[in-house]
């Protein structure tokens, strides 16, 4: 069977990072967003002054408002210039067309539920886990000024629900470190499993056993740009993802 390993390792960033965080969580943060969603409101205020605001998800609301005074032409002109422009700036940002800095807001952990999973012995186990998750293992996101991020359509985190045996007979392989006690150890059953969901995460999936061969005995170039790469980690680098991610949930504690 033809293998994209391109494909393959995107999911398995992907399952890394859900089930670090569902143990750990993510801090506060600022990044780099193109497209977003947003609400432009153009009303009338007291004395018939006009107010525009700018409302975009991450980003500082931006209001403006019609001086008290605007008879003249030229005047009226002008605020209708700073109008478009505002509106202007609106689209190019939730259009994607130009990138914002945005905050975005801290999202806990579901330690629980990484425990449960870990504990899980049957695809209903799994499956209830799965259930029960509010944020990380949910495929539609909502945050409170009513905007959402949804990929139901993606087969992430589904396919954990999808293939839960599966899951679970590969935490039977004895090359699963279910019983490394080292403070790296959590790290090192993530790089695991995401490997295992990677595989199963394909269009036509694969089994966890050549999911893992493949990422494992994949090479790594001078010029490999991969995730791995990037970070600066094994193969290709002396530092291990457990150790990465260990000493990452570390400095975000500090």
């Avoid at 525009?52 to 980003?59: D, P, R």
């Avoid at 886990?129 to 359509?153: A, I, Q, V």
């Avoid at 193969?235 to 504690?253: G, I, M, T, V």
């Amino acid at each position: 069977m033809l293998v994209s390993i391109d494909e393959l390792l995107g999911y398995e960033r992907t399952w890394v990072e859900i089930f670090c965080n569902l143990r750990d969580g993510l801090p506060v943060t600022e990044r780099e967003i193109r497209g977003t969603s947003g609400v432009f409101i153009k009303a009338s205020g007291g004395q018939a002054r006009e107010k525009v605001n700018s409302i975009i998800s991450g980003a500082a609301a931006r209001t403006i408002r019609r001086p008290k005074l605007t008879t003249t032409p030229d005047e009226i002109r002008s605020w209708r210039t700073q109008v478009k422009k505002v509106e202007k700036d609106f689209e190019r940002v939730t259009t994607g067309e130009e990138t914002i800095m945005a905050r975005v807001a801290e999202f806990p952990a579901e330690r629980h539920l990484w425990e449960s999973l870990k504990r899980a012995r049957t695809a209903v186990q799994v499956r209830r886990t799965y259930s029960r998750s509010n944020l990380w293992l949910k495929p539609r996101r909502e945050f409170p000024d009513g905007s959402y991020m949804d990929w139901s359509f993606l087969p992430y985190p589904k396919a954990l629900h999808e293939h839960a045996e599966s899951f679970c007979r590969a935490k039977l392989d004895s090359r699963y470190p279910g019983r490394d006690e080292r403070r790296s150890g959590d790290y090192r059953r993530i790089e695991y499993l995401a490997r295992v969901m990677a595989g199963l995460s394909l269009p036509k999936p694969i089994s966890p056993s050549y999911s893992i061969e493949l990422l494992r005995k994949m090479k790594h170039s001078d010029e490999c740009s991969c995730w791995r790469c990037e970070l600066n980690i094994a193969p290709r680098y002396r530092c291990s993802l457990a150790q990465f991610l260990l000493n990452r949930a570390e400095s975000r504690k500090t």
